[in-house]
C-alpha cells in the first residue's frame, strides 16, 4: 500500500522520527540551459538532517551550490533526485501557502519598488495567514511588534526602509522571517490536576488527546460502543467510563517569553475518523482464508492509499471545533 | 505601526467619492449653454431623492441627455485605465508602466479598428455590431502585453529598461499599423485619427455597451481587488512573493487578463487616452501610500476625478471647439513621466 503513496500518510512515524525536524535525502539537482546540453552546473546527492534548536552552516566556495540547496531545502526547486522533508512533509509538494507558514527565507538582498515603512515590511511576514484581502488583526500586530523586538529593530518599526541604514535593513528583514514562521508562545501542558501527572509525564499529549475525543453524541452504551472503545491511556480516563466522552482540559502556559502582555489562542479539534473504527471497517470482510478483501474494502483502501490529507483542515485527522483566544496581561 | 482597517478604507473612499461628486457637478455646469450651479445642485439632489422624475427647467436635455452620459464615460475610463495603470505597475516591477506608455492601448485600438472592419464585412444586428469592438480592443491588447512582457525579459527576468523600450517601440509600431489601415480603408466607419491617437469622450454609446462596460468593470476590478495583498508583495519581487505564500503564477494571469480587459473597453469606448494610468496612480500613493488595498480603489475613484476634470477643460477651455481629452491628459502627464525618469536614473 505504501509504494503507491507520493507522499507519506498522516502519522507515517518511519519517514521522520519526531525528533528530526528537516531530512534532506540522498536530492541532487543539475542546471542546463536546456535539455539537450551537459549541464552547466551540478550538484551531487547529498544528505543531512536537522533537529529542533540546531543551527546549521552551509559551507562551500562560490558556485558551489549553496544557494541552490536552500532553493530545493525551501521548495522553490523541485530536486532532481531525492527527497526534501520538513516535519514528515515533502517541501516541494506542499500548497504555496502552507510552505510561506512553515518556511521563512531571508534573501541576499531585498528590493523595495515604492517606498514602505519598516513594519508594514514585516507585516507582509503574516501574508501567508491569511485570504487576498485581509486586513491586519491585532494578533498579527502583536507578532509584528515582537519580532521586531527580537532583532532590536523596536525603534525601527515607523522608518522608511529606503532611510535607514543597510544594517539595520537587514535586521528587519530578518524579523519578517521571524513574523512568517511565528508561533504565538504557546506550548500545552495538562494540567496535573485533571490526569494522573505519571501518565501525563509518560505520554505525549498529542497521543493522549488522539484517544481522547470521540464523535458527537458518543455514549459508553450508545450505538458503535463497542468499536470506538478508547484504547491505551483514555480506556481508563473517567470521563469515558461515566460520560460522554468530552472532557475538559486544562492548559498551563509559561509566560517566561512573554514581553508584557501575550494572546494565547487555544483550539480543540474533533476527531474525524477514528483510525481504530477504520482499521474496524477494513478488517470486517476481509477473508482470512483467501486473503482477499472484499470489493467494496477494496476499493476504500485504494481510495485512502491515494487521499493526500497532509496540510489540509483534516491533517491527522483532526477537525477544528473549537478555538478561542484570550489575551493575558501581567 | 497602523495597518489598513476596513473603516480607514470606506471613510477613505467616501471622501474621494464626495469629491467625485463635487466634480461631476461642476462638470455639468461649465459649457457651451451656461446653467446655474445653485439650481442644478437643487434639481439634482431632488432627483437623486426621487422627489422628481426630470430636471425642471429647459437645461435638463443639455445637462441630462449631453453632458451625463459624457461624464459618466470618464468616470468609467478614467477609473478603468488607472486600475489597469496600478496593476501594470505592480506586475511589472515599474513605476513607469501604463496601458499608454506599454503599447497595449495602441493594441487595444489597432484590436477595435480590425473589428470593425470585421463588423463592416458581416452583416451584423446593430445590437451585436456595438459588442464586436470591445472584444476586439480586449484581444488586441492581451496579445500586445503578452508580447511587451516577452520583449521585456532578458534571461529569465523582466528588466525594466527593456520593458519600456519594447513598450514604446510597439506602441509606434501599432500606431504606424493603424494609420496604414485608415488610410487605405478610408471609406469604412472607422472615427478619424485623432479619436484613436489621442482619445475623444464625445461619441455617445449605446445602452447595451453602456451595461457592457459597467459590468466588465465590476467584474475586472473586482477580481483585481481581491490579489491586493498579493500585488503588495510582488512589488518585492517574484520569488520573494512565493516564499511568502503567493501563488504567483495566478496572480499574474488574473491581473494581466483583468488588466486587458479594462483597457479594451476604455479604449473600444474613448480611444487611447495617455498618461491617466501613470498619473493617477502616482497621485494616489502620495497620498495614501503604496498599500494595494487601499491604491486600487483610490486610483479608481481618483482616475475618475482626473478624466472628468481634463474632459471638462477639453470641452470648455477652447469652447466652442473640443480639444481631445488625450491631449489635456498629456500636458499633465508627460513632464511627470519624465519626472518619475529621472529620479529612477539619479
Known amino acids: ?330 | 505601526m497602523r495597518p489598513l482597517t476596513l473603516t480607514r478604507l470606506l471613510l477613505r473612499c467616501s471622501i474621494l467619492a464626495l469629491i467625485l461628486f463635487a466634480v461631476v457637478v461642476v462638470a455639468m455646469k461649465l459649457g457651451a449653454v451656461q446653467v446655474s450651479l445653485y439650481g442644478l445642485g437643487k434639481d439634482l439632489i431632488s432627483l437623486l431623492l426621487h422627489r422628481t422624475s426630470s430636471l425642471s427647467s429647459d437645461y435638463g436635455m443639455i445637462v441630462l441627455g449631453i453632458r451625463l452620459p459624457r461624464i459618466l464615460l470618464a468616470i468609467f475610463v478614467g477609473a478603468s485605465l488607472s486600475v489597469a495603470g496600478v496593476s501594470f505597475q505592480a506586475l511589472l516591477r515599474n513605476p513607469l508602466a501604463d496601458p499608454y506608455v506599454l503599447g497595449v492601448s495602441s493594441g487595444a485600438a489597432l484590436g477595435s479598428i480590425v473589428a470593425l472592419i470585421v463588423e463592416g464585412r458581416l452583416d451584423l444586428s446593430p445590437e451585436m455590431a456595438g459588442l464586436i469592438t470591445p472584444v476586439g480592443a480586449f484581444l488586441g491588447a492581451t496579445i500586445t502585453i503578452a508580447a511587451v512582457y516577452i520583449l521585456g525579459r532578458r534571461d529569465g527576468q523582466i528588466d525594466s529598461t527593456t520593458l519600456l523600450l519594447g513598450g514604446i517601440i510597439t506602441a509606434s509600431f501599432l500606431q504606424a499599423v493603424i494609420m496604414f489601415l485608415m488610410t487605405t480603408l478610408s471609406g469604412n466607419n472607422l472615427r478619424g485619427s485623432a479619436f484613436w491617437f489621442m482619445g475623444d469622450l464625445s461619441t455617445p454609446q449605446p445602452r447595451s455597451l453602456q451595461y457592457l462596460l459597467a459590468f466588465g468593470f465590476v467584474i475586472a476590478a473586482g477580481a483585481i481587488y481581491t490579489t491586493a495583498s498579493d500585488l503588495n508583495l510582488l512589488l518585492a519581487g517574484e520569488k520573494e512573493a512565493m516564499h511568502l505564500g503567493v501563488d504567483v503564477p495566478r496572480v499574474r494571469i488574473v491581473v494581466y487578463i483583468a488588466a486587458s480587459i479594462l483597457t479594451g473597453l476604455a479604449v473600444s469606448v474613448s480611444g487611447t487616452i495617455g498618461y491617466v494610468g501613470l498619473l493617477v496612480p502616482h497621485v494616489m500613493r502620495l497620498i495614501f501610500g503604496s498599500d494595494h488595498r487601499m491604491l486600487i480603489p483610490a486610483s479608481a475613484l481618483g482616475g475618475a476625478i482626473a478624466l472628468v476634470i481634463a474632459d471638462t477643460l477639453a470641452r470648455t477651455v477652447t469652447s466652442p471647439t473640443d480639444l481631445p481629452v488625450g491631449a489635456m491628459t498629456a500636458l499633465a502627464g508627460a513632464p511627470l513621466f519624465i519626472y518619475l525618469l529621472r529620479r529612477r536614473i539619479a
Not at chain 1, 508594514?120 to 486586513?135: A, D, I, K
Not at chain 1, 502583536?142 to 544594517?167: C, F, P, T, Y
Not at chain 1, 537587514?170 to 494540567?191: G, K, M, W
Not at chain 1, 450508545?222 to 491505551?232: D, F, Q, V
Open chain 1, 1 to 330: 500500500m505504501s509504494s503507491a503513496l507520493r507522499h507519506p500518510l498522516p502519522g507515517d512515524a518511519s519517514r521522520a522520527t519526531p525528533e528530526v525536524r528537516l531530512s534532506v535525502e540522498q536530492v541532487s539537482y543539475a542546471y542546463a540551459p536546456n535539455p539537450s546540453q551537459a549541464p552547466l552546473f551540478t550538484l551531487e546527492a547529498m544528505s543531512f538532517q536537522a533537529r529542533p534548536g540546531e543551527l546549521v552552516a552551509i559551507l562551500g566556495p562560490n558556485a558551489s551550490g549553496k544557494s541552490t540547496l536552500l532553493k530545493l531545502i525551501s521548495g522553490s526547486l523541485a530536486p532532481l533526485s531525492g527527497r526534501i522533508f520538513l516535519n514528515g512533509f515533502e517541501t516541494h509538494s506542499l500548497p504555496v501557502k502552507t510552505r510561506a507558514q512553515r518556511i521563512a527565507l531571508v534573501q541576499q538582498e531585498s528590493r523595495l519598488l515604492f517606498p514602505s515603512r519598516a513594519w508594514e515590511f514585516v507585516m507582509q511576514g503574516r501574508h501567508p495567514y491569511g485570504g487576498g484581502l485581509r486586513f491586519e488583526s491585532e494578533e498579527d500586530i502583536l507578532i509584528a511588534n515582537n519580532a521586531l523586538a527580537q532583532v532590536g529593530a523596536a525603534e525601527l518599526a515607523d522608518r522608511w526602509m529606503d532611510k535607514i541604514s543597510g544594517g539595520e535593513k537587514q535586521r528587519v528583514i530578518l524579523a519578517r522571517a521571524l513574523a512568517q514562521e511565528y508561533r504565538l508562545p504557546f506550548q500545552a501542558h495538562i494540567d496535573e490536576n485533571s490526569l494522573d501527572s505519571k501518565l501525563v509525564s509518560k505520554i505525549p499529549i498529542n497521543y493522549a488527546k488522539k484517544n481522547r475525543l470521540l464523535p458527537r453524541g458518543w455514549k459508553p452504551t450508545g450505538p458503535h460502543a463497542a468499536e470506538t472503545k478508547p484504547h491505551g491511556a483514555a480506556a481508563s480516563d473517567p470521563d469515558y467510563l461515566n460520560g460522554c466522552g468530552c472532557d475538559t482540559i486544562i492548559y498551563r502556559i509559561p509566560l517566561g517569553k512573554v514581553p508584557n502582555a501575550a494572546k494565547v489562542r487555544a483550539q480543540l479539534f474533533y476527531q474525524t475518523i477514528p483510525p481504530y473504527y477504520l482499521h474496524q471497517r477494513f478488517t470486517d470482510t476481509y477473508d482470512p482464508s483467501t486473503h482477499n478483501a472484499a470489493e467494496n474494502t477494496q476499493r476504500l483502501m485504494d481510495f485512502v492509499a491515494r487521499l493526500n490529507v497532509g496540510a489540509t483542515e483534516i491533517h491527522e485527522w483532526k477537525l477544528l471545533v473549537a478555538g478561542t483566544t484570550h489575551s493575558i496581561t501581567d
